[in-house]
């Protein structure tokens, strides 16, 4: 039999792969089920609530202070935030001055808690493209993080920290010095980790150019955070609508160009230079005082309904409290930014080869906790 | 190339740093003062006013006590099923004499659900424990003494 063409030698055809729901590059119980034409997507559909546990439904049973440890678990690698989004709101319902130290301390741990979030997405991105080392010295930094907040609050990961009215504990002698060695010496640490990755020939040709889409597309799937402002779009929740005291502080929103892997990479390094910048400044405000307001015992919301979102570490984090005047809301509505994010996935994986999805999935940042919440 | 050169300077660079892994079976952590373990707690200052019980966002405390030949309440059974507890630590911020606190103990895996189970006896003795290796750390100030001071 003569040949007459190539296809007839290879004779290829469409092939359903399921990537997870347990698989080291999906960072946590997330499925995807990729339609592959040899090295090409045809087709992706990411299949989520493999980690939903109804902390909608559940909070709905608590009363406010009892909400905060399962916000906790909403997004587990930067918890101080979710703590910091629901206490935020209900505060604003309520219409509670918050002490000056109280600020303070928040924003400190918040910034040094997106600082431990953004070296875990260092970490585990290089992960993901095949480089081990990185992953060793984000997390020798992030343990610093990490232990400093054990010191604080007694936890390393949920630390139930925020209280309606201020925060739960005043900083332990020493603290605050701690973190000033520790925001010192992170400068340095910045420095390695740009010489170690950010020229690395490899790495580049991995990422440049891959996984893009337009400022009109992340807008249009509710894209908020990094993977919105990679695009070229200034949204920034800390400096469009101000919460907290983030406006006493010097710093600057950085922008990308082209909305690739590559620009949210290098965004997630210019947002941990900046929140270093806010920490530091922040130690030089920060005054002696108290760090609880006066609130009652029995917090009961006016009815109603409040809304109110701060900058997570992956976008807007925002709380939704629909409250009958009771100690516990009638009903709460979560914005995960990880959900909103998730949802350009589909498209931006079609037609690109199945090498570069892990490195596409692991560039949009998701912790899934925050998926299924 | 020049890239990956400098990436190469600074894995050198790095190669006479000290370890800094914990050898974790081995070596125990030192685990800080505040650190939320499993409870530990002290019959003889609870007043049987169930906030903690009220207070728990998982309902893992049951208590129950009865009030002795002077009229007082004393605590009977005091039972933590730790399978559920979160470790939030709420039950202790509410606790009026701090008759109910956190320890470092953290190692309470178990083959059997039942152990998890933890009753009166085993958190006083936890408690014993607690005193015995950090026989320096202060007993905590009761919400009853802080107005006092105020």
Known sequence: ?373 | MFGFLKGLGVTISQLPKKKVTLMYPDEKPEWPERFRGVHRFIPELCTVCNQCARICPTSCISLSGARDENRKLRIETYDINSDICILCSLCTEVCPTEAILMSDTFENASYVRDDLYLDMHWLYNNELEYERRHPDRAIPETDVQKKAGD
């Open chain 1, 1 to 373: 039999m003569a040949l007459t063409d190539e296809t007839d030698v290879v004779r290829t055809e469409e092939m359903l792969l399921n990537v997870g729901p347990q698989h080291p590059s999906t960072h946590g119980v997330f499925r995807m089920v990729v339609k592959i034409s040899g090295e090409t997507i045809l087709e992706a559909e990411p299949v989520i609530g493999y980690l939903h546990r109804g902390t909608e439904k559940l909070a709905e049973n608590l009363q406010y202070t009892q909400i905060i440890p399962y916000t906790d678990r909403l997004d587990y690698v930067s918890a101080m935030l979710n703590n910091y989004s629901l206490v935020h709101t209900v505060e604003e319902a309520l219409g509670i001055a918050i002490p000056d130290r109280a600020e303070y301390i928040r924003v400190i741990t918040m910034e040094l808690n997106r600082l431990a979030s953004h070296l875990i997405f260092f970490g585990t991105y290089l992960l993901d493209l095949g480089a081990m080392t990185p992953f060793l010295y984000a997390f020798e930094e992030r343990e610093k993080i990490i232990d400093m907040f054990n010191e604080l609050c007694g936890a390393r990961i949920t630390f139930n920290y925020m209280r309606i009215g201020g925060v739960k504990y005043d900083t332990p002698p020493g603290w605050l010095e701690q973190v000033d060695a520790f925001v010192k010496r992170m400068k340095g640490e910045m420095v390695k980790y740009r010489n170690l990755v950010t020229g690395n020939e490899i790495f580049l040709a991995r990422v440049r150019g891959v996984g893009k889409y337009t400022t009109e597309q992340a807008l249009g799937h509710g894209m908020s955070g990094i993977n919105l402002r990679c695009t070229g779009y200034n949204w920034d929740l800390r400096k469009k609508k101000p919460y907290s005291i983030y406006d006493r502080f010097d710093w600057e929103v950085p922008l990308g160009k082209n909305g690739d892997c590559w620009d949210r990479y290098i965004l997630h390094m210019e947002e941990m230079e900046q929140s270093l910048r806010i920490v530091e400044q922040a130690l030089q405000q920060i005054q002696p005082g108290p760090v609880l307001a006066k609130v009652p015992k029995l917090i009961r919301v006016p009815a109603g309904e409040y809304y109110s979102g701060i900058e997570g570490t992956r976008g807007e984090l925002g709380f939704y409290i629909v409250s009958d005047g009771k100690d516990k809301p009638y009903r709460l509505k979560i914005r995960r930014p990880s959900f909103e994010n998730l949802q350009i996935l589909p498209i931006i994986l079609k037609g690109v080869p199945v090498g570069d999805m892990v490195a596409i999935l692991g560039s949009i940042d998701p912790v899934l906790g925050e998926v299924g919440a």
